[in-house]
C-alpha cells in the first residue's frame, strides 16, 4: 500500500532503510522461520517489518514514534499479526515479553542511543536465543574489537563476555532516507551457552569493567585502586602495569571473582 513518506524526526534519530538489496540481505541473514517469536526494535516505516511478517506470520514491533503506528497498522493489513508496542524500548521487559518463550530480537536501532539498547538486551539475555542489529559501523567494530585494538573497550569485553558477536554486512549511507554521515554494519550476537557464562556476580563485573576502561590511559593499578590493592591483581597473575585494552575479557572475569571473593586471589 503506497503512503505518502513519513517526515523523519530528528529527536529520534531516524533514518530509514530503503535499499532493496540490502533489506533480502539482512532477511536472508535473520533467516525468520513460521511462528518464530520475534521482536522487532524501531520498525522505521516497516522497510523489515514487512518481509518479516510475511515469513512470519505474526510479528511484535516496538516504536517510540506514535506517529508511525498507524502507518504500520494499514502497511500490515493483509500481510499478517502484527503487534506494535508503542514505547521507549529501554523500558520494555524482554523477559515479561518473551512469557517463557524464547525471543529472537532484531532491528534498526538509532544510532545516538545504540550502546544503551545493547547493554538493555544483555539484562534480559537469558529470554533470548539471538539478536541481529543494524548499527553505527563504528559501533560494530567495537563490539567485535579485540584486545589492543583501540577501539576495543567496555561495550567488547561486556558483549563478548555473554554473546558471540559476528559482523554480517557493511551498509552504506545512500541505503537510507535521509542518509546518515557515517557507515552501517548489521551485526549477529548470540547468547553463550550457561557453560560459557563468567562464574560470577555480573553487577561486580561490570563495575570492574567500567572502573578499568574509565580513564583508559590510567593502569590497572591506578584506575582500580578503589575496588583491588595491586597485591590482589598480581596474585591472579595479571601485571598492574597493563592498561585496560590489553586485557582479554576472560582476565576481567578473574579480577571480578576477586573482588566478590578475595580468598580467590
Do not use: W
Not at 538489496?21 to 517489518?49: F, H, K, W
Not at 517463557?100 to 539498547?117: D, E, K
Not at 591472579?236 to 571480578?256: H, K, S, T, Y
Not at 576477586?258 to 580467590?264: F, G, M, S
Request: hydrophobic share 45%.
Amino acid at each position: 500500500m503506497n503512503q505518502p513518506r513519513h517526515q523523519h524526526k530528528k529527536q529520534f534519530g531516524q533514518h530509514f532503510l530503503h535499499d532493496a538489496q540490502v533489506i533480502e540481505s539482512i532477511v536472508r541473514a535473520i533467516a525468520p522461520r513460521a511462528d518464530e517469536n520475534v521482536v522487532e526494535i524501531g520498525p522505521g516505516d516497516g522497510a523489515l517489518t514487512l518481509p518479516l511478517l510475511r515469513a512470519l506470520g505474526r510479528l511484535t514491533v516496538i516504536e517510540l514514534d506514535r506517529d508511525l503506528v498507524p502507518r504500520l497498522e494499514r502497511a500490515a493489513q493483509g500481510v499478517g499479526e502484527l503487534t506494535i508496542i508503542q514505547a521507549d524500548v529501554l523500558g520494555v521487559d524482554f523477559t515479561a515479553l518473551a512469557q517463557g518463550q524464547r525471543l529472537r530480537v532484531v532491528g534498526n536501532l538509532p544510532y545516538n542511543i545504540s550502546s544503551p539498547i545493547l547493554f538493555h538486551c544483555l539484562d534480559h539475555v537469558d529470554a533470548i536465543d539471538d539478536m541481529h542489529f543494524m548499527l553505527q559501523q563504528e559501533v560494530v567494530e567495537r563490539m567485535a574489537a579485540a584486545p589492543g585494538s583501540k577501539v576495543y573497550g567496555r561495550l567488547s569485553v561486556m558483549l563478548q563476555l555473554a554473546c558471540r558477536v559476528e559482523p554480517l554486512l557493511h551498509v552504506p549511507p545512500q541505503a537510507f532516507r535521509p542518509p546518515p554521515k557515517v557507515d552501517s554494519a548489521v551485526v549477529r550476537l548470540v547468547p553463550r551457552p550457561p557453560a560459557e557464562l563468567p562464574d560470577v556476580d555480573a553487577r561486580v563485573l561490570a563495575n570492574v569493567v567500567r572502573a578499568a576502561f574509565g580513564q583508559r590511559r590510567k593502569t590497572l593499578a591506578n584506575a582500580l585502586r578503589n575496588l583491588l590493592d595491586t597485591d590482589v591483581i598480581t596474585q591472579v597473575g595479571i601485571d598492574p602495569r597493563l592498561r585496560a585494552e590489553q586485557l582479554a575479557p576472560a582476565a576481567f572475569v578473574e579480577l571480578a571473582q576477586c573482588l566478590a571473593d578475595p580468598k580467590q586471589a
